[in-house]
């Protein structure tokens, strides 16, 4: 039962009252009885049905049985000519969701209404039938429907509209139809009625571009005086100009003028849809976007918030790809910093961070300080990265920027925010070399009260590999042990780390950092003991003798060369013995399951037909297999084996993936089949290959399958020959062909005699990213200065009109099939310029770092930087053959 309402008091003015509050199902259930009583209570039984959607939308379900007693009581309240209950009798059928069998029931008394002489009648029993009808009975009704759509009162035109685009889900051959009445209602006068018909006409010609068009053209004169709708029009416009892009003449922008003349148009909300249409157009230029811009200047200035949000919101996405053209509106969005929506404040700073000159810096600094300690994190990271992108672009106003960033770092807030602080301070200590020692002690001073362990490990991380090469080391050192004493044991093992690190390469400091770490040998925690004691040994500071400094920095600062979660899994895998574990029989490629087999387990192939679970295992159990087939067994050594290729699409009679097995001077293709018909048998399974479109490969042996019974996966093996060491590459055609026998479902046996068959498959192409393996490298920069510029090669490319620096970095990474390191294939929302880190090994065993660099114009035109160190400099230059060619 409902609770009685309870007067707030002056001290609850913060609680929330709810007239439902405690309502249970079977109570309201016992009240649904009065449904039946002979002289109905309209306010009551209202008051019921209130209490029952109440329930079914807040998730409670009813019984089958519940519901159909539920649903016979309720079309009793027909009877009834209370509008108000009318209506909720309306919600409730369309709610309760009647079954096939128990619509008989209320239909007739639907269709009396809907041809009645009330209107609220007509327009809601159109939407009740529409809503629970099939379409059987819908050809029945569909003479009235289409009278409906031509009603002269705009409330039943509306109501059959929204159900016809409802119906064109379920039922568009007979919505279709409509087309006539439809494009009629198209021209009413009245607001919702030509917005609710404009819609429908859109989606019945949406598979129709031409129709589209027309559509557009059309109603481009003048016809349309609904600003919803006109706001619908300015939509379809956009993207009948995006789809005719790639076919027009160069400056020929079709339908350009009716969206500027949009702009001056009576509502607003037509207004800002089509200037914020126009700034959406692809490639739009400084000419196109100045009306637009001139327009949302002034919404800047609006009395009214929505608006104000509206304008700034989309200025702030246009001055990620024309920050030029917003200068203009700078003065105005200068006072929304104040606005009492943080929303609207917000993208008016970063916007304005955006498009303001090296002059303004200042100026914005100061109105920053005390408008941050007024938001939320959320936006406080949002302002954080707008500032970081700043100083990038004017890297002499390092210093105000940083002692900002220092500044916030200090004050309260959460992990995700500091966290965007240290990454921003962290990329100017990289980006700009003047501001490394600066922005270094910030962060030292920082870990002094930092309450977050991960982010203290990080600082301590980034400043071993960052501290020894400032021009005064020995500063950090205090700031370094003091964590030794002063912080949990995680903290404290990364700051001995990092105080060999010092140790390791600057001598002077070497004499400190052992009585340091000889102190550390008296911690309470394992992991600090063991990795003093490691250090000391390492830099000999226990009177051990070490072999050379460059072995010293090797170890503290080389990337480890397997992935670690290879490492662990062949840690695991070990068995003690006299042998001891040899690091190099880890795998160095990174294994994913591929997403077919994910989905579909019954599917998988079973035994060597899929990659093996672990990674360590993967290229030791194909080799394994490889070796033990004598036609394959003197290719030599593995070197690397791809994930499985989907050849046939999923639910198909036979399902076939490839797997690509790469040898210095083989590459030998593996079929994994499964037969999915029970009543077939296929013997001397074979796939056929034609190679004429890879001229550099010749087939040099097979292996076909003897037999592939009923869900039973096996495996049958091509062999080509290619040129020793070139990563050679073409596309296969593939035919599976075999002999196919009917079994007896009852016995199972298969008959003597069969029939040749063949079923084709997916091309299959051997690309250049087959013949490089993924490298996991921890610290890249290390790795790539240790690899020196002896064999370095670098060139600039053209990767012509992209949708997103997103979609190139990844288009490039794809055709790499390299690692990316340090998180760098992660891009920065509306960045325009980008760097990919990406580590591997060329077929050979030759270590490759590839350092990508890539920007884009305001045209979405992409250029990128190559720069490729290698062991080998033919390896270099074929990487960049292999970018040339891609």
């Known amino acids: 039962m409902a609770q009685p309402l309870v007067k707030k008091d002056d001290d609850r003015d913060d609680e929330e009252y709810s007239p439902f509050l405690g309502i249970e199902k079977g109570a309201v259930l016992q009240e649904a009885r009065v449904f039946n009583d002979p002289q109905l209570d309209a306010r009551r039984c209202s008051q019921v049905i209130t209490k029952l959607l109440y329930l079914l939308n807040q998730g409670e379900t009813f019984t089958k049985v519940e519901a159909t007693e539920v649903f016979f009581s309720v079309t009793k309240l027909f009877q009834s000519r209370d509008i108000g209950l009318r209506r909720m009798v309306y919600l409730m059928i369309k709610e309760l969701s009647p079954s096939a069998d128990e619509v008989i029931i209320v239909t007739s008394s639907l269709m009396k209404d809907m041809n009645s002489k009330t209107d609220m009648y007509r327009a809601n029993a159109i939407r009740v039938l529409c809503r629970i009808t099939d379409g059987t009975l819908l050809t029945q009704i569909e003479r009235y429907l289409k009278q409906a759509i031509v009603d002269k009162n705009p409330v039943v035109a509306s109501a059959a509209l929204v159900s016809g685009i409802h119906l064109l889900q379920t039922n568009p051959e007979i919505v279709k139809r409509w087309s006539n009445e439809v494009q009629e209602a198209v021209q009413s006068r009245a607001a919702l009625v030509q917005f609710h018909a404009l819609a429908l006409l859109h989606q019945i010609r949406q598979n129709d571009r031409l129709a589209v068009s027309k559509l557009v053209t059309s109603l481009t004169r003048g016809t349309v005086r609904s600003p919803l709708a006109q706001c619908l029009l300015i939509r379809y416009t956009s993207q009948v100009i995006r789809e005719s892009a790639g076919s027009t003449q160069a400056g020929d922008r079709p339908f350009y003028d009716y969206l500027e003349g949009c702009l001056r148009h009576k509502a607003e909300m037509v207004i800002f849809e089509a200037a914020r249409a126009i700034t959406e157009l692809h490639g739009v230029t400084n000419r196109e976007l100045t009306p637009a811009i001139t327009v949302l200047q002034l919404f800047l200035s609006s009395s009214k918030p929505v608006l104000r949000f509206a304008a700034v919101r989309t200025l702030n996405k246009v001055a990620m790809t024309h920050p030029m053209a917003v200068t203009n509106c700078n003065i105005d969005m200068e006072s929304l910093i104040s606005d009492q929506n943080r929303s609207i404040a917000t993208l008016a700073i ?16 100061k109105q920053i300080t005390n408008f941050m300690s007024d938001i939320a994190d959320e936006f406080k990271i949002v302002v954080v990265e707008a500032i970081r992108s700043l100083c990038l672009k004017f890297p002499l106003k390092y210093r105000a920027l940083m002692n900002f960033l220092s500044n916030i770092l200090r004050e309260e807030g959460g992990f995700e925010y500091k966290k965007a602080i240290v990454d921003s301070i962290v990329i100017l200590i990289r980006d700009i070399p003047e501001a490394k020692e600066s922005g270094l002690l910030h962060l030292c001073e920082f870990i002094e009260d930092c309450e977050f362990t991960y982010l203290s490990t990080q600082i301590l991380h980034f400043l071993g590999i960052e501290g020894p090469r400032t021009s005064d080391p020995s500063k950090y050192i205090r700031y370094i042990y003091n964590r030794v004493h002063l912080e949990n044991a995680t903290v404290r093992a990364s700051a001995v780390s990092t105080l060999a690190k010092f140790g390791a390469m600057v001598d002077s400091l070497k004499p400190r950092v052992f009585i340091l770490l000889r102190r550390c040998l008296f911690d309470s925690d394992d992991e600090v003991r063991d990795r003093a004691t490691l250090y000391l040994s390492t830099l000999g500071g226990d009177g051990c003798v070490v072999e050379t400094d460059q072995d010293v920095k090797d170890f503290l600062f080389g990337s480890l060369d397997v992935p670690l979660i290879n490492l662990e899994t062949s840690l695991k895998n070990y068995e003690a013995s006299e042998e001891p574990f040899d690091i190099n029989s880890v795998p160095k490629e990174i294994k994913s399951q591929p997403l077919a087999e994910k989905k579909a387990q019954s599917k998988k192939p079973t035994g060597l037909g899929a990659p093996p679970s672990g990674p360590a295992s993967t290229v030791d159990a194909y080799e394994k297999m490889l070796s033990s087939i004598p036609e394959f067994s003197n290719f030599g050594k593995l070197f690397k084996s791809s994930a499985p290729v989907e050849l046939t699409e999923a639910e ?26 029970p009543e077939q048998l296929l013997e001397n399974v074979i796939v056929a290959v034609d190679a004429s479109d890879a001229e550099e490969f010749t087939e040099v042996g097979s292996k076909p399958l003897r037999s592939l019974p009923y869900d039973t996966p096996g495996q049958t093996f091509l062999a080509f020959e290619k040129p020793e060491g070139v990563p050679a590459v073409g596309k296969f055609s593939n035919t599976l062909r075999f002999i196919v026998k009917e079994v007896d479902p009852t016995t199972g046996e298969a008959e003597d005699d069969g029939v040749e068959d063949e079923y084709q498959l997916e091309d299959l192409e051997v690309v250049a990213a087959d013949y490089i393996l993924k490298d996991q490298v921890l610290n890249f920069r290390n790795a790539w200065e240790t690899m020196g510029p002896d064999c370095e090669r670098v060139d600039e490319y053209g990767l012509g009109q992209r949708e997103s620096l997103n979609e190139a970095v990844s288009a490039v990474i794809s ?21 990919c880190l990406l580590a591997g090994v060329y077929i050979g065993n030759v270590k490759v770092l590839v350092r990508l660099s890539f920007g884009i114009d305001s045209s979405k035109e992409v250029a990128m930087k190559l720069v490729v160190r290698s062991e080998d400099v033919t390896v270099s230059d074929a990487i960049h053959e292999i970018v040339a060619s891609g």
């Open 350 to 365: 970063t916007t304005l961070l955006k498009t303001g000159n090296e002059s303004s810096v200042d100026r914005l600094m």
């Open 815 to 835: 055709l790499l099939g390299m690692q990316p390191c340090e998180g760098t294939e992660v891009i920065a929302s509306n960045s325009r310029s980008h760097t």
């Open 652 to 677: 198909t009679e036979y399902a076939v993936n490839v797997v690509k097995h790469i040898f210095d001077r083989h590459v030998v293709f593996q079929y994994n089949c499964t037969n999915t018909i």
